[in-house]
Structure formats: structure tokens, C-alpha cells
């Protein structure tokens, strides 16, 4: 799906001032955070789709290549995203927002309680994300492509449910934050008390210690694994461009969310292709004769064979295009096209009759630098040996 205009996202105009873009982001930071939509994953995606919008349009230098050339001006300078492993809450510190200061606005004032939903006791530790390269084609590329990969990381704990405790064993309130998973510190400053909340160090913020740790996992729950999974990658991608599979990194400590999965994409190197781009090129080789005469010559695509006509005289270093024949751009309707460049092929060996035709040939005018009237006869006589 083709990105939305970053103005859009927010609903302001483009002659917005930078104060009116910064509340309009902060107005959907309010509006689509996971908070205040827990489950809601087409919430999440125009959170994230708006920290999009705001990253470049509250950057100068960005707002500017954005407003003359579109995503394509902002694509690579971190005007796509990038927040892949970041909660939402890190992403709005990121912009330096206060993100207790937002949360009261729809909870009612009073910050936030327990680092997540409102009530809600955090679980365990959120898993690493985990980073995988993957091979494609220019094929598979060039439509996209469904594959099936085996990872081995960290997965849940099968005896213990990923709890991290021995089956029958007792699970006791955290004795540091009381259960809350979280522990507050006050701190006198030169403008008065000031009181950071951060995670629980002794429970990791799940609000329970373990009496008796599984004896599998040994009270991690999360064990070493491999899973298989099918990675949907769409038309367009290139070298070094990042996908990221949400939860399907390792499993997380205690029964803690997992960490993302981001996948790389390497390009196979083509026997007939290079790729410019979206363009695909193709080294052309023709025959003298043809090259002088003329011919109907197939050439590869990656979508099957196309013939292409080479017209009398082609010279070496001539470019020859086949309209929508590359690659398509990602996320847009766009197809790059293939550049099919022309090489006149000079024979390296001959037999006595193809070097007593080139001897006579290199005395007619047609063969001079400035080539004259050509005698079509004689060149069809070179083809029938040449071709």
C-alpha cells in the first residue's frame, strides 16, 4: 500500500507552522496510542504512521526535500519509520514529548500505573530482537515472494508456559515493588522533590518471584528453539532494505512479549541482469552483419523472452528500452524498465574465406569511418557466413 501524504496524516495544511504540526502529532499520539487502545493493532499502525509524519515534518532540511520531492525525497534519511524495537513510549520521548503528561490527558491525570494499560501488572522481560539476512532473486523481486524460513532463537518454555516456574511451585508477590512491578525513587533537587518510576530490578517487572524455577528453563521460561516461519516479502524490495516481523523475535524473559524479527534482504547477483534502481540492464552482443543490416534479435526478460528489432546501421553503445519490462517500486503501482545496451561482437578468429571477405571489405567505402553508398549484395553474402 502506497504511503498517505505526510500532511494528511496529521490534518493540518502545508503552510502549517512548526507549532501547529507538533499539536496535531501530539493530538494523534492521544488519539492511537495502544494505551488507550490495547489490542488494536490498526491503532498502532497510524501511531506509528503519524510519529512517521511528524520525524519529517518537523525537521527543516527533511519538510523541505519532503515538500519538492515527495517520500521519495525523505526514503533513507529516516523518513520511514526506523522505530522497529521501540515502545511507544520511546518513540514520543524521541521527539521529546512528556509521556506522563500525555497519558493524563486521557486517563484522568495521575501518570501512568505499572508502565503499561492502566491497572494492568507488567509481565516478565520483553525479548531481543533478532536479525536475519534473506537471499532473493531479481525474479522474486521483481513479483514478490512467500518463504518459508527456519530461526533458531530464544522460544517459550513448553514445560513451564513460559513462567519460568516449576510446575505446583508456589509464585509469592515481589517483596521490592509489592507486586506492581515497578519502584519509585524521590529524589531532593534545587526545585524540589522529583520522583523517577523505573522497572523493578529484582523481578524485572512481572510483580512475583519464584520460589521453584522450572527445571528446564531454570526460572527464565524460555529455552532454545527453532521455528519456522512464512515471511511474506513484497514486490520491489532492494539490497539492504529492513522488513520487520512484529512478536516473532525471541520469546521474552517470564513470560515477557517477544522481540521483533527484522529481516534484510540481500540480492542474488543476476547471470544476464544488472540492476539501476527499478531499470534492469542487458549486455546486448550482435554480429557485424546484423548490426550493419538489420535483424529481429530475442533477448531475455524477467518475465519470459521478447524479441527486439535492431535497425540497419546500429552502432556499438547504442541503448535500446523495453518500456515496464524492471522492476516494480515498492509500494507503488511504478515499474522500472530493461536498457538493453548494444555490443557489435568483432570475431577474434577466421578461416581464409572470412578473412579474404573482411580483406576486401576493409577497402570499400561502406567500411571507412564515413561510410558511403553500401553494397546491401555483398553484405548478405558476410551474413550467411557470419550469421
Given amino acids: 500500500m502506497a504511503k498517505r501524504d505526510y500532511y494528511e496524516v496529521l490534518e493540518v495544511a502545508k503552510t502549517a507552522s512548526n507549532d501547529e504540526i507538533k499539536k496535531a502529532y501530539r493530538k494523534k499520539a492521544i488519539e492511537f496510542h495502544p494505551d488507550k487502545n490495547p489490542g488494536d493493532k490498526t491503532a498502532e499502525e497510524k501511531f506509528k504512521e503519524a510519529a512517521e509524519a511528524y520525524e519529517v515534518l518537523s525537521d527543516a532540511d527533511k519538510r523541505s526535500r519532503y515538500d519538492r520531492l515527495g517520500h521519495a525525497g525523505v526514503d533513507g534519511m529516516g523518513g520511514g519509520g526506523g522505530f522497529e524495537g521501540m515502545s511507544m513510549d520511546d518513540i514520543l520521548r524521541r521527539f521529546g514529548f512528556d509521556t506522563d503528561d500525555i497519558f493524563s490527558e486521557f486517563f484522568g491525570g495521575g501518570g501512568r500505573r505499572g508502565g503499561g494499560f492502566r491497572g494492568a501488572r507488567p ?35 513448553n514445560t513451564c508456559k513460559g513462567s519460568g516456574a516449576r510446575e505446583g511451585s508456589a509464585v509469592d508477590t515481589c517483596n521490592t515493588c509489592r507486586g506492581s512491578g515497578m519502584v519509585s525513587r524521590i529524589t531532593q533537587t534545587p526545585f524540589g522533590a522529583m520522583q523517577t518510576t523505573t522497572t523493578c530490578p529484582t523481578c524485572n517487572g512481572s510483580g512475583q518471584t519464584i520460589k521453584t524455577p522450572c527445571n528446564v528453563c531454570k526460572g527464565d521460561g524460555r529455552v532454545f528453539g527453532e521455528e519456522t516461519l512464512d515471511v511474506d516479502i513484497p514486490a520491489g524490495v532492494h539490497e539492504g532494505i529492513q522488513l520487520s516481523m512484529s512478536g516473532k523475535g525471541n520469546a521474552g524473559k517470564k513470560g515477557g512479549p517477544a522481540g521483533d524479527l527484522i529481516i534484510t534482504i540481500e540480492e542474488v547477483p543476476h547471470d544476464a541482469f544488472t540492476r539501476e534502481g527499478n531499470n534492469i540492464m542487458y549486455e546486448l552482443y550482435v554480429n557485424i552483419s546484423d548490426a550493419a543490416l538489420g535483424a529481429q534479435i530475442e533477448v531475455p526478460t524477467l518475465d519470459g ?26 509500494q507503488s503501482y511504478h515499474r522500472g524498465d530493461e536498457l538493453i545496451h548494444v555490443n557489435v561482437w568483432t570475431p577474434k578468429k577466421l578461416n581464409d574465406e572470412e578473412r579474404q571477405l573482411l580483406e576486401k571489405l576493409r577497402e570499400m567505402p561502406g567500411f571507412q569511418p564515413n561510410p558511403g553508398k553500401e553494397d546491401r549484395s555483398f553484405f548478405e553474402k558476410v551474413k550467411d557466413i557470419f550469421g
Fill in 123 to 157: 509481565r516478565g522481560e520483553r525479548g531481543s530482537n533478532l536479525r536475519i539476512k534473506v537471499k532473493m532473486t531479481l525474479e522474486e523481486i521483481a513479483t514478490g515472494v512467500s518463504k518459508k524460513i527456519k530461526v533458531r532463537k530464544q522460544v517459550s518454555c
Fill in 305 to 330: 523472452r521478447a524479441r527486439i528489432k535492431i535497425p540497419a546501421g546500429t552502432q556499438s553503445g547504442k541503448i535500446f528500452r523495453l518500456r515496464e519490462k524492471g522492476l516494480p517500486a515498492l
